[in-house]
């Protein structure tokens, strides 16, 4: 459960009031309260905390909103109340509505600071509302502490520990490819992007769930740090790069939600993991690698190399005929410039699920946004020499190019969905403070939940 709520019929009284609302609001109220909300200038500060005037504890707060139906309206209060625990007032379908913006705002990444910063906290009368709220909490949590994370402590290795706990808390199976395995087991392009590194590179493979259920199959870039390979990028492009594992934390954490939820379905979860560092064994632009599925790739830029990891563990993913493919990838900076850094896109081969997804964000106040697979675009990628190339001959459609990419190493039959996400928050915003962010997953979450349950 996330320490910042919890069950409990008792709270310190929060009080919302959209600002339309507000004078017809006061006359209703008494005079004391009127006379004390004018003086606090609750219209122009937006907020007026009521004391008791006997005791002087804190009694009521009082907080003016422009929209009551805004999802994210108590995003920033965890960190502008005073520590104390609160209870919205209103009833249960406002309080599911903002209390997940209340929980999610009062994150930190404290791992490496000696002390957190005080936190307000959540008291909530529905016990069943407590433990949904604290799996979608724990979960988007989860994904940003692993894109926080210094890569020097969230390498291969690292994130094959977070899967094993994960697979043992909710009684999975787990288990890894390492190394030259990668090889025996026909795994050639994460073995190669992943081979200069001393973190060996992995394959990480996570199985929940009844075996007779409909298979559900997430994959994630897991790529741990990103110098760019010889094709080495600016230290401003470097900068930040400990965030190429997005992917991979963004199943991880769909993973967790799903497992907590119970979803009645089989999941399993791969995670190609690597370093893309500079040694004297890395991959060269020119180079030309067999893939997993047999098609031939030539290395146009080894910056490029996110699509690579994919396409195995993608060809991995179709060896079970799942009913549906999901992948999560930091793959285009294209898609952010299309986008921008908050949307995230996603591409589809089957438009009902397309639309479904795109509802169901809509729905939960998590949107996503369909790109299109331009076919056109395919001959942007042709090689010379191999079958195809890892990148397209020009800069514009990357997104779609990297895509399309993708979709060679996807069964048309297979229902299939490709996220291409920031994972990052360059500002913060209620209930998303900046850094490591959750895009997209309580959107296919609940076409899960809706699909299957």
Known sequence: MSSLI????????LSFIAKADLSTWLTEQPQALQNWLTNCDLKNKGMALIADSETGSLEHVYCLVNDLQDFWLAGDLSTKLPAGCYQIQGDDKFVEQVALGFVLGGYEFSEYKEKPSPRATLAIKDESLVKRLSQHASAINLVR?????????????????????????????????????????NYPTIHMVGRASENKPRLLDLRWGAKDAPQITLVGKGVCFDSGGLDLKPSSG????????????????????????????????????????????????????????????????TDAEGRLVLCDALAEAQNDNPDLIVDFATLTGACRVALGTELPGFFANNREVANKLMD?????????????????????????????????????????????????????????????????????????????????IRAVFNYLQDRFQ
């Not at 409990?8 to 009284?13: E, N």
């Not at 907590?260 to 004297?280: F, G």
Request: hydrophobic share 45%; glycine share 8%; aromatic share 6%.
């Open 6 to 13: 919890r069950h409990s019929s008792t709270g310190i009284p």
């Open 145 to 185: 502490d692993l894109v926080n994370t210094p890569a020097a402590d969230m390498m291969p290795q690292h994130l094959s520990q977070v899967m094993a706990d994960l697979a043992d808390t909710f009684d999975g199976e787990f288990s890894e490819w390492v190394g030259d395995e990668l090889l025996e087991q």
């Open 360 to 440: 169901a964000g809509e729905s939960c106040h998590d949107p996503v946004w369909q790109l299109p697979l331009f076919d056109q675009y395919k001959p942007l990628l042709k090689s010379d020499v191999a079958d195809i190339a890892n990148c397209a001959s020009t800069p514009f459609g990357g997104a779609i190019t990297a895509a399309l990419y993708l979709k060679e190493f996807i069964e048309p039959s297979t229902p299939w969905v490709h996220f291409d996400v920031m994972a990052w928050n360059l500002r913060a915003l209620p209930g998303r403070p900046t850094g490591g962010e959750a895009l997209g």
């Open 238 to 301: 470097m900068r930040n790069m400990k965030k190429d594992m997005g992917g991979a934390a963004h199943v991880i954490g769909l993973a967790q939600l799903i497992m907590a939820a119970n979803l009645p379905i089989r999941l399993r979860v791969l995670v190609p993991a690597v370093e893309n560092a500079v040694s004297r064994n890395a991959f060269r632009p020119g180079d030309v690698i067999k893939t997993r599925k047999g098609i031939t790739v030539e290395i146009d830029n």
